[in-house]
T-cell receptor, first 118, second 115 residues
Framework: GAVVSQHPSWVICKSGTSVKIECRSLDFQATTMFWYRQFPKQSLMLMATSNEGSKATYEQGVEKDKFLINHASLTLSTLTVTSAHPEDSSFYIC??????????????FGPGTRLTVL | AQTVTQSQPEMSVQEAETVTLSCTYDTSESNYYLFWYKQPPSRQMILVIRQEAYKQQNATENRFSVNFQKAAKSFSLKISDSQLGDTAMYFCAFMKGVSQGNLIFGKGTKLSVKP
């Protein structure tokens, strides 16, 4: 099946700094990527939908100026957490939609990035 | 708005036995897709099984099968011959239409398979 990678897998940063997380589709072109956030022992919550070449669509309650999303190419989307605070500590997961996936419109998930803000 | 409800936060099953995880959803859409995802301790999301709403036949993937009751808006997952490697969080998910793409997840059920 298709592979989606994320980098880094784990990052620790100081409060007030910015952190960039990359999401790459390795063997397919993803016109749409999704960013989810998962708190410990909780479900995945959609943060934003990232479309190549256009602005991301953010879910209600997600600060677009804090969570900057750039989908500059068909294989790469980045999430930048700006001025990170301890409450931003979480597990961030991306997924990519393979438009050639047929009627299933399959989403492939990355392995996730654990962010710890000190 | 669509919602997905998993009413069993935790379940356990003995190895080789069968277990059923429950999921209900609410939607006014006529065209949608339902999924079960598995998240093991590695936290990598793995697609277990999927169902098209317009298909009456229940989906089956090896030891995994679903009981899809469209009128009742129920989508339960049955795992037969449970294996230790089935231990994971299981999330039920809803997707509206073919082109919408984004998934709405339930809160998950933690399944423990005991030897």
């Amino acid at each position: 099946g298709a592979v989606v990678s994320q980098h880094p897998s784990w990052v620790i940063c100081k409060s007030g700094t910015s952190v960039k997380i990359e999401c790459r589709s390795l063997d397919f072109q993803a016109t749409t990527m999704f960013w989810y956030r998962q708190f410990p022992k909780q479900s995945l919550m959609l943060m934003a939908t990232s479309n190549e070449g256009s602005k991301a669509t953010y879910e209600q309650g997600v600060e677009k100026d804090k969570f900057l999303i750039n989908h500059a190419s068909l294989t790469l989307s980045t999430l930048t957490v700006t001025s990170a605070h301890p409450e931003d500590s979480s597990f961030y997961i991306c997924s990519a939609r393979d438009p050639a996936g047929g009627p299933w419109d399959t989403q492939y998930f990355g392995p996730g990035t654990r962010l710890t803000v000190l | 708005a669509q919602t997905v409800t998993q009413s069993q936060p935790e379940m356990s099953v003995q190895e080789a036995e069968t277990v059923t995880l429950s999921c209900t959803y609410d939607t006014s859409e006529s065209n949608y897709y339902l999924f079960w995802y598995k998240q093991p301790p590695s936290r990598q999301m793995i697609l277990v099984i999927r169902q098209e709403a317009y298909k009456q036949q229940n989906a089956t993937e090896n030891r995994f099968s679903v009981n899809f009751q469209k009128a009742a808006k129920s989508f339960s997952l049955k795992i037969s011959d449970s294996q230790l490697g089935d231990t994971a969080m299981y999330f039920c998910a809803f997707m509206k239409g073919v082109s919408q793409g984004n998934l709405i997840f339930g809160k998950g059920t933690k399944l423990s398979v005991k030897p």
